[in-house]
């Protein structure tokens, strides 16, 4: 079985802080990870995922396999990244293309 | 935003009668999948459909039904066995493996 844990319901930070935002995940083979934002009044939308390496909105996420870890860091976080993040995982085989979500973080950046 | 639709934004029901959410997209893509949403849960998978006339159960399949007679089309009905229909109800499509687009969601009330 996959699963995808994110500890934090609610995370807080100020304009210019570093921002990470954790998740974790259990899956017993190679796994796809991504993460996912829905800003407010808008339709959720793909963030990043691992296998592109890319730094997205100045977010990147470092996928460490020996914990199980997906986290998404910001260095300096702006006000517009207010906003739920989910982090999915996608396996292989016959589940192949189905994502499994974390229960989400809402983060705000207070000015 | 085209692509994906969802129709209607809101909808009401009274408890016991069925409600059909209506899913379509143009972007020609195979695979097409229904979530729902709720608060502190993150996104749970319904169904999904990685080709026409073929469909599989999600995580939370009980009380739902789906049909997948078109590619472009992937209503879902929430039947009166649902024990707690009422919740935002999320549709995506995407090319086998790849990102999933997200429709704006139906926001489902059951009194």
């Known amino acids: 079985a996959q699963r995808v844990t994110q500890p934090e319901k609610l995370l807080s930070v100020f304009k210019g802080a570093p921002v990470e935002l954790k998740c974790n995940y259990s899956?017993?083979?190679?796994?796809?990870l991504f993460w996912y934002v829905q800003y407010s009044r808008q339709r959720l939308q793909l963030l990043l995922r691992?296998?592109s390496r890319e730094s997205i909105k100045g977010f990147t996420a470092d996928l460490n396999k020996g914990e199980t870890s997906f986290h998404l860091k910001k260095p300096f976080a702006q006000e517009e990244d207010s906003a739920m993040y989910y982090c999915?995982?996608?396996?292989?085989?016959?589940?192949?293309?189905?994502?499994?979500f974390g229960q989400g973080t809402i983060l705000t950046v207070h000015p | 935003d085209g692509g994906i639709t969802q129709s209607p934004k809101y909808l009401f029901r009274k408890e016991g009668q069925n409600v059909t959410l209506s899913c379509e997209q143009n972007?020609?893509?195979?695979?097409m999948y229904w979530y729902r949403q709720d608060p502190g849960q993150g996104l749970r998978l319904i169904y999904y459909s990685q080709i026409v006339n073929d469909f599989q159960k999600g995580d939370i399949a009980e009380g739902y039904s789906v049909s997948r007679e078109k590619k472009e089309s992937f209503p879902l009905t929430v039947t009166s066995a649902q024990k707690n229909p009422t919740a935002f109800y999320l549709c995506?499509?995407?090319?086998?493996?790849?990102?999933?687009?997200f429709g704006p969601g139906t926001r489902l009330t059951v009194t």
């Open positions: 691992h296998i």
């Open positions: 899956y017993s083979g190679s796994p796809e």
């Open positions: 995506a499509s995407s090319v086998q493996g790849y990102e999933q687009y």
């Open positions: 999915a995982l996608s396996g292989g085989g016959t589940s192949y293309g189905k994502l499994t």
């Open positions: 972007l020609n893509h195979d695979a």
